[in-house]
């Protein structure tokens, strides 16, 4: 299996402002790939660039073995879509939506309304067949906007943010049909602040902050090589404990009101700190690709 | 750098898209267009016409009033139908529907939207002006054959004034600027481009000044047409609108892109 994106030293400036700083990566054919980092960390921006939407500043990218300042028009025809904001348009019925997109494909009209209808089945969107698109809720018009992207039965499905703002039911449905389009061999690309979702769906991620990739890796690989199995929680820190910690050389961090001692086994972190300090509320935990997120981009607000 | 060389086919395709949304709610599109020409003819021609009791020169012969406003009234069709479409209708579309993005992320370039929308443009000045063609024809105030040829005429203003809207809209920052254009551009047009009035009665600067706008060549063809003429005067016409057209089409790719490719 060949890789499907490939980005080398791919950089994206607006004016001075650098959005995007020399990252690389390789996606390969037929895996779900994340992309995950704070608000402004650049996942949208680089999205755009590989639907040539965006075009690039520097180095290269290319997707299904075309370059993306050769071929736009070759590879958007490939290619399937589901932009962060709603483009839908509200001029239109739901299936009346994805036929009128079929057509920016040159797709034929027979085909275009039966795809639409399976599509539509298959995101669960039958019974709003017939609704303009501004009268149905949110998440139906997330799911409308993955339907859309699949109208061209597209080799590569950028998905950018697909489950913000949905209840459980719906993420819960999304992340169902992620997986059987993954088995249909579709490459996935997703972005998603839930880490959950990536550690879920994703084979390998990357982590982007302030326009670079800060990690790269299989979730759980991310997870022991970063923090650990387990994580200990202990409320209401001490100075004197926060100290006691770094003695022992213990991989620790503090946050307002929690110690949090990332480790392989815990056990023993446990006694000797109830020995030590007493009373401690504690709590033993797995690791998460959460505490990776928040270990390596910060825990300051990022507004 | 060849400014259209990703220009393609495709761009039927987003003509189609507006073309949908425009019969799914024809009837209060088609309505106005109809009625207001009728506003027009009854006012303007029939009230303010009776106090115009001299007969108006037009080339070699004499016309009343009402017949010389009628074409002027289609020719005003022609610029309404793609400004209006042009500006308000695809701002909105590009700013606040998204749908421009959404078009480009499929393998249409931003030359094949721009360009589906001044032919969509074009169209409705063909639909508008064939409805006025049609309401003056009822009143017996057309020719034929030479009215045959005027929605020809009004899809090709329609390119002229498409184009031209298009070039406001790509650098308007707002939906409010457009009053801009409309103030200083379209209402100055809609009065002085012999429509309600012969260009002879202005002042020589002030015919010269008519001469300049595009609005007065679409007029003197559709009124020449309207009274089977056809004189060198229309070819400069034609060569004008062409002109205009070309030169317009082109700014408003190039300045459509600076503002949509970041
Ligand atoms: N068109 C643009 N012009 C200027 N700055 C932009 C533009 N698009 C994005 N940015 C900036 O680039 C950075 C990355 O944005 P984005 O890729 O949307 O981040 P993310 O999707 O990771 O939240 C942000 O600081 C954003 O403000
Ligand atoms: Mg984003």
Sequence with gaps: ???????KDLVKKFDEFVA??????????????GFLGP????????????????????GQLSVLGMDVKERPRDIKNLIGVAPQDNNLDPDFTVHKNLTVYARYFNIDAKVAKKRADDLLEFMQLTEKRDVNVENISGGMKRRLIIARALMNEPKVLILDEPTTGLDPQARHLIWERIRELRRKGVTVLLTTHYMDEAEKLCERLVIMDKGKIVIEGRPADLIRDVIGSEVVEMDEPTDEMEAFVRSKGWDHE???????????????????????FGLVTTTIRKATLEDVFLKLTGRKLIE | MNPIENLSLRSISVWKRNRDVFFRTWKTNFVPSF???????????MGFGVLISEDLRLHDIFVSYIEFLAPGLVAISIMYGAFFECTYGSFVRMHYQKTFDAMIATPLSIEDVIVGEILWGATKSFLN????????????????????FVPFIAFLGGLMFASIAMLFT?????????NWPFFLLITPMFLFSGTFFPMY?????????ALALPLTHCSVLVRDLCFNYFDLADVGALIYIAMLTVVAFFASIHLMKKRLIN
Excluded at chain 1, 41 to 57: N, V
Excluded at chain 1, 259 to 272: G, R, S, T
């Design chain 1, 1 to 7: 299996m060949g890789s499907v994106i490939v980005a």
């Design chain 1, 20 to 33: 995007v700083d020399r990252i690389a990566f390789a996606i390969e054919e037929g895996e779900c790939f």
């Design chain 1, 39 to 58: 608000n402004g960390a650049g996942k949208s921006t680089t999205m755009k660039m590989i639907h040539c939407a965006s075009p690039i500043t520097s």
């Design chain 1, 254 to 276: 503090r946050t307002i009101d929690r110690l949090l001692i990332y480790a392989a086994c815990c056990d023993d972190i446990v006694l000797i700190m109830k020995e030590r």
């Design chain 2, 35 to 45: 009625l207001e020409p009728v506003l027009y003819l009854l006012a303007m021609g």
């Design chain 2, 129 to 148: 002006a064939t409805i006025v063609l049609i309401v003056i024809s009822l009143f017996g105030l057309t020719n034929l054959p030479g009215l045959i």
């Design chain 2, 170 to 178: 790509s650098i308007t920052p707002n939906m409010d600027s457009f």
């Design chain 2, 201 to 209: 009665v202005l002042p020589e600067w002030g015919q010269l000044i």
